[in-house]
């Protein structure tokens, strides 16, 4: 169980094209989902917070007109990098909190992480 | 949410057991010990969780000093396939305002 998927695992794209990337919970519903941002050899970065039905958080720093987040069910969550550059080019990772879970550990599940390079 | 101190990086003989430090000498009552892994160009994986009791599961065991300033995940036996970056994350739970938050970790390699 908890299983969280992430499409598509790599893309290219070319410098002021849009990009999107979807965020699937697969067999719990998450409320809550969160994007993550790993450039090679650092640590993962957090983005955002996503809330089934509301606005997105956005971490301090991060443009919330670029990096354009939707949830719009419990299990589905998708990330929108618009007019990429290739400084946008990084290893994006969502992951997902499960709702029943969250009285005993409030666990986050990852997903594979998709690699994105903007040519 | 308390800040965790972990050696960069540790190697291990395979087969032995891996034991893995992380100080967080600053943590609070309501604060976790969550512990990820992530093997090279994969999401993180969850690995184990606790509060003050030690715990254990089928990857691995997590042991907590008494004054919960320190922990150490252990994994028994350990393979080739448990060679990743090992992350030790303090945080209350997200319904209180707690994230994710990753550190450096540390780099585990297991050798044969």
């Known amino acids: 169980g908890a299983v969280v998927s992430q499409h598509p695992s790599w893309v290219i794209c070319k410098s002021g094209t849009s990009v999107k990337i979807e965020c699937r919970s697969l067999?719990?519903?998450?409320?809550?989902m969160f994007w993550y941002r790993q450039f090679p050899k650092q640590s993962l970065m957090l983005m955002a917070t996503?809330?089934?039905?509301?606005?997105?958080?956005?971490e301090q720093g991060v443009e919330k007109d670029k990096f354009l987040i939707n949830h719009a069910s419990l299990t589905l969550s998708t990330l929108t990098v618009t007019s990429a550059h290739p400084e946008d080019s990084s290893f994006y990772i969502c992951?997902?909190?499960?709702?029943?879970?969250?009285?005993?550990?409030?666990?986050?599940?990852f997903g594979p992480g998709t690699r994105l390079t903007v040519l | 949410d308390a800040k965790t101190t972990q050696p960069p990086s540790m190697d291990c003989a395979e087969g032995r057991a891996a034991n893995l430090p992380c100080n967080h000498s600053?943590?609070?009552?309501?604060?976790?010990v969550y512990w990820y892994r992530q093997i090279h160009s994969q999401g993180p994986q969850y690995i184990i969780h606790?509060?003050?009791n030690n715990e254990t599961n089928e990857m691995a065991s997590l042991i907590i000093t008494e004054d919960r300033k320190s922990s150490t995940l252990i994994l028994p036996h350990a393979t080739l396939r448990d060679t990743a970056v090992y992350y030790c994350?303090?945080?209350?739970?997200?319904?209180?305002?707690?994230?994710?938050?990753f550190g450096q970790g540390t780099e585990l390699s297991v050798k044969p």
């Open positions: 996503s809330n089934e039905g509301s606005k997105a958080t956005y």
């Open positions: 606790g509060l003050k």
């Open positions: 992951s997902a909190r499960d709702v029943a879970l969250a009285g005993f550990g409030d666990t986050q599940y």
């Open positions: 994350i303090v945080r209350v739970f997200y319904n209180q305002g707690g994230k994710l938050i």
């Open positions: 067999d719990f519903q998450a409320t809550t």
């Open positions: 600053t943590i609070s009552g309501n604060e976790y």
